[in-house]
């Protein structure tokens, strides 16, 4: 499997993905609106009230540490009337230490790639198109660092390349990988801003270049997230909290919370649910992942398999195990276990998602 992440905020929750940092005067939010999101319903927001901007970002962690990574995001900058170079995605080595970012000048619209994480470091390339603002745009980013004095950085805006650096693209004395990647405002030093200025992101996705699947430049598209809507094959766990009268309608507020649920404390009970259907369009399915928010109700043993019915097919994922702490869980499939082959638009729309007690 090569997909690594992917992220649009769907829960409408900030704890869906990734460790925050907010900076003093600054805020990191899940919106609905100003701006609207790209698709969904909600996406990122990362703004600041003041005429500086401090350090405030995402932090997505990456299983291991990557050579070749290609990530794609809508980003939206309300930009006012700042004119400084300010940063907007940046990569850590697997020592936390800064290794490469992206910035953008609101005075000439550009995108630039610079060595570190700041407006600071050795310049590797501007971009050859503006960005405009007040608008959604599609960013492109691909880094592979063969060693420490080689790699090659891309950044395509909209479809188009616009960054293409060959060289060394690491910094200082960083290992030749990446492990973790920043979005928001990643630089730690304040970048010179404006009150109101924001940066928004919506449909984050992260690709490795291995295996077959999702193994490169990852495309447009979009993140979707299918709510629970009916009742499945299975029903064999207990409502708890406040009783909605049907088990798929404990799992489906948003953002999801601990004030409605299923549980069981028998192992093999199962709940798998009816989805509501990918929106109308012509799409074409590069994944789908189940995600559950759930806790231990204890401080004993306790896990979970997230499972999907796919046809007559029942898969169940390695189990997971709980925290006394609500938070949340994935299990990526990047074909129908049903076939071993790609997922349609059909088979998504007959899919069921639940959990099982392990």
Request: glycine fraction near 10%; include cysteine; aromatic fraction near 8%.
């Amino acid at each position: 499997m090569t997909r690594l992440l992917t992220c649009g905020y769907e829960t409408g929750d900030l704890a869906e993905a990734g460790a925050n940092t907010i900076g003093a005067s600054a805020t990191l939010t899940v919106v609905s609106s100003t701006p609207t999101p790209r698709s969904g319903t909600y996406c990122l927001k990362a703004a600041t009230s003041i005429g500086t901007f401090s350090t405030t970002h995402k932090r997505f962690t990456l299983a291991a540490a990557k050579t070749d990574v290609w990530v794609r995001f809508g980003m939206f900058i309300h930009p006012l009337t700042a004119t400084a170079e300010v940063p907007f995605a940046g990569f850590q080595d697997s020592g936390g230490n800064a290794q490469i970012c992206l910035t953008y000048t609101a005075s000439d619209g550009l995108i630039r790639a610079r060595q570190g994480i700041g407006n600071a470091g050795t310049l590797l390339g501007t971009s050859s198109l503006t960005v405009s603002g007040d608008a959604w745009h599609l960013i492109e980013w691909r880094v592979q660092i063969s060693s420490t004095t080689s790699g090659i950085t891309e950044v395509w805006l909209d479809g188009a390349r616009v960054i293409n650096f060959s060289g060394d693209n690491t910094a200082g004395a960083t290992s030749a990988n990446v492990q973790f990647l920043l979005i928001g405002q990643p630089s730690s030093t304040l970048a010179s801003a404006i009150a109101g200025f924001y940066y928004a992101f919506d449909d984050l996705a992260i690709n490795d270049t291995a295996g077959t699947a999702n193994s490169g430049q990852i495309f447009d598209g979009n993140v979707f997230l299918l709510k629970p809507n009916g009742a499945g094959s299975n029903t064999s766990q207990t409502r708890g909290g406040t009783d909605t009268g049907a088990n798929f309608s404990q799992v489906n507020e948003l953002p999801p919370s601990m004030s409605q649920y299923v549980f069981s404390a028998t192992a093999a009970t199962r709940d798998t649910y009816a989805l509501e259907n990918v929106p109308a369009g012509s799409w074409t399915v590069n994944c789908c992942e189940v995600l559950a928010y759930a806790q231990n109700s204890d401080a004993g043993a306790g896990s979970l398999g997230l499972t999907v019915k796919s046809g007559a097919t029942t898969n169940e994922g390695t189990a997971q195990g709980l925290g006394i702490t609500a938070q949340y869980f994935r299990q990526l499939y990047e074909t129908d276990p049903a076939t071993s082959a790609a997922w349609t638009v059909s088979a998504v729309n007959a899919l069921e998602a639940g959990t099982t007690v392990r």
